[in-house]
């Protein structure tokens, strides 16, 4: 694949692919990689400092702080990605409908997303965490339920911008139906700013579902989950401060890594956006050199 | 033969309220033979570029039926297209190769037999086998247009519609992208009809001229013939043509007495 070569040619994203595969890896096989169960109290083990044994120590129960930061990956950042996933999907399902169809059926999905674009966000979930109850489960809901009409808006407007494009119009004369055209056209060419907009609220949605883990709402005890283990010491983050360490870098390193696979992911995906390749001026062509000194200026 | 007979269509300008729909096209009819180019001459919003879209099957008219050889909906296989936008003709993200075999996909064709065919229609079109890996952006206005045309020619169309097709290149391009078009139709036997503005083009290019006014065909007029106008519109057009204040370029008529 053209396009995966181009993204790994860019160190700092085939850097952060790396880090990203190796989180959700070690997320994936953490039953069989941590070296002790996560919910292990031994009170002997209070506070422990690093050991061979315990690398990252023992907690304020005793648990082994690696353990449970593996465990975490589970909640922290696969549930995650499952949610953005699900919610850019069917926004962008609703998104294309809407951009495609237009008329009544536009007019209709758009007011609807207007009205939850309308709530903010925060105040959404917990009135969901207030219906429903707490937990992971209801706060991924709730996120679904929110971002969706971001991707829609997103995608209803590529599609309108790309529906009258000289190529769209040469695939149905070519008699492609809708669905072909969205597949092999439209879908593609809206792509890079959804991928944007997946990758930036991914990092929002990790960060907030650890803040409510913090807030106590999210995932419960005893539970291995980042924000909660932030929240956990913060008991002692005056006496224990570096037990705030490794929850606390994990997020920064994943949401990180996140972003600057993201624009790394634009760049690559869009051919116009700077690749390898330049827009080379042929001998004989001077319109070519034109073309390409104006579009270095515009730049 | 490639026949439109009686198109009338109508865009309403609210959704849902008969009483605002405003003409586009009434009562268009005309006819373009096999490997015949029909210049079709229009200011903005006469209509001709919703006719163009209904001769290629994209729009239905209201009224009346566009027929290939006296067949109904047979635009598929017998019409292509070459729109204006040079910019956003090919899918941005396809490079030259994906765009054109785009024509030639459900066609089985061996992987050698393709690259045949790709890099002689290159050549055809006057560029060559090296062009098949860039993608739109690297490409200047006149060579996108190139391309479009290779394209066009790949469906295996009889007729291909120019909606503008050169009225966003510069002027010296333009001259060559006509001369191109011409050259083709003698190699191919292709139709064209060719929708512009410019009155200049067309006359160079086209076999028939047939000048859209306000929705209306007002006259139809063979290349030598254009002195015969009659309509008050066509006459208006000529006049400016010949004083040299069409929207057209000076490039086009250097370039015939050059020839000549």
Redesign the interface.
């Given at each position: 694949m053209k396009r995966l070569q181009r993204l790994l040619s860019d160190r700092l994203a085939a850097a952060s692919l790396a880090v990203l595969a190796a989180i959700l890896a070690a997320g994936a096989l953490a039953p069989w990689i941590a070296p002790h169960p996560p919910d292990e109290v031994d009170m002997a083990l209070r506070y422990a400092p690093w050991s061979l044994d315990y690398p990252l120590g023992n907690d304020q129960l005793g648990r082994c702080v690696l353990s449970r930061v593996l465990h975490g990956i589970r909640p922290s950042v696969l549930y995650v990605l499952a949610a953005v996933l699900a919610s850019a999907g069917f926004g962008t399902a609703v998104g294309m409908a809407a951009g495609l169809l237009r008329?009544?059926t536009d007019a209709l999905l758009m007011r609807l997303c207007d009205v939850m674009l309308s709530f903010p966000g925060y105040v959404m979930t917990l009135a969901v965490i207030g219906v429903l109850g707490t937990g992971l489960a209801n706060i991924l809901l709730a996120f679904i339920l929110m971002k969706w009409a971001w991707f829609a808006r997103v995608a209803r407007t590529a599609v309108q911008r790309h529906a009258d494009?000289?190529?769209v119009?040469?695939?149905?004369?070519?008699?492609a139906g809708r669905l072909t055209l969205l597949r092999r056209?439209l879908l593609?060419?809206c792509l890079p700013e959804l991928a944007v907009l997946a990758s930036g609220s991914f990092g929002t949605t990790l960060l907030q579902v650890s803040g409510l883990s913090f807030l106590g709402l999210g995932i419960q005890a005893p539970h291995a989950e980042w924000g909660m283990m932030l929240s956990e010491a913060r008991q002692a983050m005056f006496s224990r401060p570096e037990q705030l360490l490794a929850p606390g870098f994990m997020i920064v390193l994943t949401v990180s890594a996140v972003n600057f696979l993201s624009d790394a992911l634009q760049t690559a995906?869009?051919?116009?956006a700077g690749g390898p390749?330049?827009?080379?001026a042929v001998p004989g062509?001077p319109?070519?050199a034109?073309?390409a000194m104006l579009?270095k200026e515009a730049v | 033969m490639l026949a439109a007979e009686g198109i009338a269509k109508s865009y309403s300008s609210r959704?849902g309220r008969r009483a605002q729909r405003q003409a586009v096209l009434e009562e268009v009819t005309l006819r373009c033979a096999e490997g015949e180019c029909l210049g079709i001459i229009g200011a903005s919003g006469s209509g001709k570029s919703t006719l163009g879209?209904i001769l290629?099957?994209?729009e239905r008219p209201d009224q009346g039926k566009v027929t290939i050889d006296g067949r109904e909906r047979a635009?598929?296989d017998a019409?292509?297209?070459v729109?204006?936008?040079?910019r956003?003709?090919?899918?941005?993200?396809?490079t030259v190769r994906q765009?054109l075999l785009?024509?030639l996909?459900g066609k089985r064709l061996g992987r050698a037999e393709t690259d045949r065919r790709l890099e002689e229609m290159l050549e055809q079109v006057g560029l060559d086998g090296s062009y098949l890996e860039r993608?739109p952006?690297?490409?200047?206005?006149?060579?996108a247009q190139r391309v479009?045309i290779a394209?066009a020619l790949l469906?295996g169309a009889r007729w291909i519609v120019l909606d503008e097709a050169v009225s966003s290149l510069?002027a010296s391009?333009q001259a060559q992208v006509l001369e191109l078009l011409e050259r083709i139709r003698g190699m191919h036997g292709i139709g064209y009809l060719f929708i512009t503005h410019d009155l200049e083009a067309a006359a160079f290019l086209c076999d028939r001229i047939a000048i859209l006014h306000e929705g209306r065909i007002v006259e139809t007029l063979a290349r030598g013939r254009l002195g015969e106008a009659r309509h008050p519109y066509a006459r208006e057009l000529l006049a400016l043509f010949r004083s040299g204040l069409g929207t057209g370029t000076g490039a086009l008529n250097a370039d015939k007495e050059g020839k000549g």
């Open positions: 008329g009544r494009a000289g190529y119009l040469f695939a149905r004369t070519l008699g056209h593609p060419a995906l869009d051919p116009q390749r330049q827009a080379a062509e319109e070519a034109a073309a579009r | 959704p879209r290629l099957g994209l635009h598929r019409v292509s297209a729109f204006q936008d040079y956003s003709s090919i899918h941005p993200f396809f765009a785009e024509p996909r993608y952006h690297e490409l200047s206005g006149g060579q479009c394209r469906t510069d391009v």
